[in-house]
């Protein structure tokens, strides 16, 4: 079935206060690439958050996973995010060029990071003007973070460590182009960002090692005492994933961990980029719908957030586990059975996680939390 829905929608909404990093093998607990990014739309605007398989491009090169809004993952692995930069000295973008057909130009036609790199340059290069954005990149085997104008392009392979972004160029290079950014829009993002940053330094030399419920943890971060309205997650924060990369085989062992939904009110769940079939709640948007619900009806986010803690783990020992067993059968050549076995997992885990946020709301957990 057709997918319109990302190419209109990035044409007529702007996102607000989004914030991405990238945590690289050396720091990272899987030992891969992790890349998450928060989506936020401003103003608590309720928006339809869906995991479905984009064809925009009907003549594109590779098939793509969606998680809307802003984030694409294609039959290669190649993933590709987004965060929202200030308008720019270059003038007026390309409406040829926005964020969506940006956004499908790479997801559809290029394998690796280095492809996109060049298809990103060549669209700067020839003067096609695209629009100004921040994207970070991955191919499992590399990931790269580039900072867009119309008239210019700058970008950094990241190697080790972690690389954090808000809504602000950090690249020296790209920084003095900036224009029309408020003073408060340039505090709270530049906030973010240093929130973001120290928490992943302290994580990082706490442990040794960076976790996937750290990044969960730090995507739900609220203290509007201390930092109001600053916080990774704000108020009007719409969903969040992480995609855990795969170096091995990054088509088919590549995961997202999606929150479809306000970080704060949804379960966080692990997604084989190798599904074939989406779970309707996932694809229709329900699940993140019922999401919203909780974040209006259930005042105390942090009792929610204990009892998808429980479930999230279980989620992920579940997965590692079902996915060294389906690996086996790949290696064996039997590449069905590893797609069964990941799907019925995937269907499964939607299941409980939905069956559990309609037990909080139906009252049943209420008086627990």
């Not at 492809?115 to 096609?128: D, H, P, R, S």
């Not at 580039?146 to 160029?169: C, D, M, P, Q």
């Not at 499964?348 to 009252?363: P, T, W, Y």
Request: aromatic share 10%; net charge neutral.
């Amino acid at each position: 079935m057709s997918k319109l829905f990302l190419g209109a929608f990035l044409l007529i909404v702007t996102s607000y206060a989004c914030t991405s990093w990238v945590i690289t093998p050396d720091y990272s607990e899987t030992g891969t690439f992790i890349v998450h990014k928060n989506r936020d739309w401003g103003n608590g605007k309720e928006i339809d958050v869906k995991l479905y398989f984009s064809n925009i491009e009907k003549g594109g090169k590779y098939k793509v996973l969606a998680f809307s809004p802003y984030m694409l993952f294609n039959e290669k692995g190649l993933g590709i995010i987004d965060t929202d930069v200030p308008d720019s000295i270059d003038g007026p973008h390309n409406p040829a060029f926005n964020i969506g057909s940006v956004f499908n130009l790479v997801a559809h036609y290029c394998a690796t990071v280095q492809e996109a790199l060049e298809t990103l340059e060549q669209l700067v290069k020839e003067g096609k003007k695209p629009r100004r954005d921040h994207y970070t990149l991955c191919d499992g085997k590399e990931t790269a973070v580039v900072e867009l104008t119309s008239g210019h392009i700058a970008w950094r392979k990241i190697t080790n460590g972690f690389s954090v972004h808000t809504n602000h160029y950090i690249f020296p290079e790209m920084a003095y182009l900036m224009k029309g950014t408020s003073l408060e829009g340039r505090i709270k993002s530049g906030t973010r960002f240093l929130i973001t940053q120290n928490y992943l330094v302290k994580t990082r030399n706490e442990k040794g090692k960076i976790e996937l419920r750290d990044t969960l943890a730090l995507s739900r971060l609220q203290d509007n005492e201390k930092y109001p309205d600053m916080c990774p997650f704000r108020n009007s924060t719409v969903c969040a994933a992480d995609y855990i990369a795969s170096s091995e085989n990054p088509a088919l062992l590549g995961t997202l961990l999606i929150c479809p939904g306000p970080t704060r009110y949804t379960p966080a769940i692990p997604v084989p980029l190798a599904v074939t079939t989406i779970p309707a709640v996932l694809e229709n948007g329900e699940f993140g719908r019922l999401a919203y619900r909780l974040k209006r009806e259930i005042a105390d986010a942090e009792g929610i957030i204990a009892r998808f803690n429980e479930l999230e783990q279980r989620f992920w020992g579940e997965y590692i586990a079902n996915m060294k067993e389906a690996k086996t059968l790949l290696d064996n050549g039997d590449k069905q059975g590893f797609l069964d076995m990941v799907q019925k997992l995937l269907d499964k885990q939607v299941a409980e996680a939905f069956s559990l946020m309609n037990d909080i709301l139906k009252g049943e957990l209420r008086t627990a939390l």
